[in-house]
């Protein structure tokens, strides 16, 4: 009965905090109070009517069920919590229905647009100068300000309500496990935190899905509303229900299992972190039937418009971590496999640093066989893979894509800028040549996707060395329209006039990399794609990327530039920084110019002397490009140096 009295907080704390903090009635009208407010009210009073149905079936069913009572303790305890959140967002003068200078305002410009009356009409200068205009403005930033507010609010709540099974389990293992007789009633304790896990798995999806979209989108959301919404939205609405089935799936496994396999338990939650990631993705992009059209592509953002909210601040990280350090997973496991790690047991880690001589070799066996996997099943391919019910894998990568390379995030406030209209790059018969090669061209992927109406149909070539990437391996096989960088390859893709693209200043360029020094080295040493151009009757478009040698610090650069010369190979470990040394990117905005269309006449045993021609147009344009747009980019104090 001690615990009875914390339940009487959440309601107390209710009518103290609105009549003594918020002057506000016994009980405020619902609906009122902000986006924010009401939102916390409803999941407060939610978890508070749990709390009580719990606390009162434990102290009238059987006093001594001590696993039930406790756990009303701490839903009681979240819900004081989000209760007391819920008064301190409290918005005095946020009820729609309020006449307040600012709702009439609000209203004013709801108002048709196609109204004639004299009364609303106002020259466009005058409305530039307006005071009314200024005050509409400031509605609209602190409206926006608000909502954005209101939307990182939501997801930190979600987040905060899937640790609450965690707790209950930490709590069980610790207190009750140690003073609960299994006569008292209580069969299995594990099997209550492990239901409780599974509920929030399977339950605050649904919540977010259905509760948000109300909220964020109202009368335009319908619970069932399958591919509609727009591109970003359906994509990434398949993915977090495909994760979402994928989590529930390892939460009822672990149901069977007994408490050696808990790891099955974790694994389904943040599954279900990443399913409530997309699934609040999918809320933030999502978009009526009259605006599908317009989203489906999306433009790149105003120069200087890069200052982010918490929720793209906390978003560009993680892809930040993931994009420079997902090659280190594969490093990591060959590392563990002979130490005992075995991924493909249900207890991965029961044999860690205990291992025969024969359990290790084994267990660096299947590594080795993981890794030839995908060159079996995804074999690369010159064009886009269509998604297909006998490839899902490519609507896998599609949302991969969303995710990692939108222009939401890491490569926020791109500018791709055009010598020549998108036609003349869209046709048949074009080699584009990227310079410069930068320390980790992954920015390449994102250009490819940002700009798809160009790049789609186009073969990217690139170094032999990523498919020794697992990762690397199965996204570039799975997605198609990439290919290894050999002459047989080139040319058997250009026999088919597909346009392609490639990298000419390769590992050498590489080396030569010198992120945020003054001067931005591109190599000129190779000819060879130069000839393959002429040969095949394919005209180059050079594609200046001015943000990417300052995107990674290479902290092995002299250590791998010393093994390019004596070996040939690269080596080293592939520890990419920025520019405090952690393993993360600088984040530079994307800066891309598309040179001019340089046409090229066949001619299949071309002369040195036309070779040389040609390479040195093709470089004359890379230094017209640059000299032209490096100011507008922000690399007016930089200058381009050709290298040999």
């Known amino acids: 009965m001690i615990i009875t009295p914390s339940c009487l907080l959440v309601p107390l704390t209710h009518v103290i905090g609105q009549t003594r903090y918020n002057n506000q009635k016994f009980f405020s009208k619902p609906l009122k109070g902000g986006l924010a407010h009401i939102i916390l009210q409803a999941v407060t009073w939610t978890l508070f009517s749990v709390a009580v149905i719990i606390l009162g079936v434990a102290i009238f069913w059987h006093p001594t069920m001590f696993g039930l009572i406790s756990s009303a303790a701490m839903l009681g305890i979240f819900a004081q919590g989000l209760m007391v959140t819920s008064i301190l967002t409290f918005e005095e003068d946020s009820d729609p229905s309020d006449s307040s200078p600012t709702s009439s305002r609000s209203a004013s410009f709801d108002k048709d647009e196609d109204d004639s009356s004299p009364d609303h009409l106002i020259k466009a200068s005058q409305w530039a100068k307006s005071p009314v205009r200024k005050r509409s403005d400031s509605f609209a930033h602190k409206k926006k ?3 954005k507010r209101d939307f990182f609010l939501w997801c930190m709540m979600n987040y905060a309500l899937f640790q609450v099974p965690f707790v209950l389990k930490w709590f069980y293992k610790t207190v009750i496990h140690t003073c609960v007789d299994c006569a008292t009633g209580v069969q299995n ?10 509920v929030a798995t399977l339950g605050i999806p649904l919540f977010t899905h259905g509760v948000g979209g109300l909220l964020f989108h109202k009368d335009k959301w319908s619970f069932h509303h399958p591919m509609s919404g727009g591109k970003l939205h359906v994509l990434s609405q398949a993915a977090g229900w495909t994760l979402v089935s994928l989590a529930g799936i390892l939460q009822i496994t672990n149901l069977f299992f007994d408490t050696h396999y808990d790891f099955l338990l974790h694994s389904g939650n943040v599954v279900g972190w990443c399913a409530e990631a997309l699934l609040l993705y999918s809320l933030l992009n999502y978009k009526d039937k009259v605006d599908v059209d317009a989203s489906d592509f999306i433009p790149p953002r105003e120069r200087g418009n890069s200052k982010r909210g918490p929720f793209e601040f906390l978003f560009a990280v993680g892809q930040d971590i993931f994009i420079t350090n997902v090659h280190w997973l594969f490093i990591g496991w060959i590392a563990a496999a002979p130490m005992g790690f075995d991924l493909f047991s249900l207890n991965p880690t029961a044999k860690m640093f205990n291992v025969t001589p024969l359990e290790s070799a084994l267990n660096f066996l299947k590594v080795m066989v993981a890794c030839v996997i995908p060159s079996l099943f995804f ?33 926020r406030d ?10 003349s790059y869209q046709k048949d018969g074009c080699m584009f040549a990227i310079a410069p090669h930068g320390t980790l061209p992954l920015s390449v992927w994102a250009v490819w996707h940002q700009a798809s109406h160009i790049f789609d149909e186009v073969c990217l070539f690139f170094g032999s060395q990523v498919a020794l990437v697992p990762f690397y391996r199965l996204w570039t096989g799975a997605r198609g329209g990439c290919m290894t960088i050999t002459k047989k390859n080139l040319l058997s893709v250009m026999k088919t006039r597909q346009n392609v693209a490639l990298v000419p200043g390769g590992v050498s360029e590489m080396m030569k990399c010198e992120p945020l020094a003054k001067n931005i080295n591109v190599s000129i040493k190779h000819k060879g794609f130069v000839r393959i151009a002429i040969q095949e009757g394919f005209d180059l478009v050079p594609i200046l990327m001015m943000h990417e040698n300052d995107m990674y610090l290479n902290p092995m650069r002299d250590f791998q530039g010393w093994c390019y010369k004596k070996f040939k190979v690269p080596m080293g470990l592939p520890y990419y920084t920025n520019k405090w040394y952690l393993p993360v990117s600088n984040q530079k905005p994307l800066r891309v110019v598309l040179g001019k269309r340089i046409k090229v006449d066949k001619m299949e045993n071309p002369t040195q002397k036309a070779v040389d021609k040609l390479h040195r147009q093709f470089y004359e344009e890379v230094v017209r490009c640059w000299a032209k747009h490096k100011n507008d980019f922000g690399y007016g104090d930089r200058e381009l140096v050709y290298v040999e």
């Open 379 to 411: 074999p690369y391919s010159a064009t886009r893979k269509p998604i297909s019910i006998f490839n899902p894998f490519a609507l896998l990568i599609k949302i991969n894509e969303t995710i990692l390379l939108s222009p939401f995030g890491i490569f």
């Open 189 to 198: 304790i594990r099997d209550i935190p492990a239901m409780f896990t599974l």
């Open 414 to 423: 791109s500018m791709i800028e055009m010598e020549d209209p998108i036609e």
């Open 145 to 147: 300000k608000r909502r």
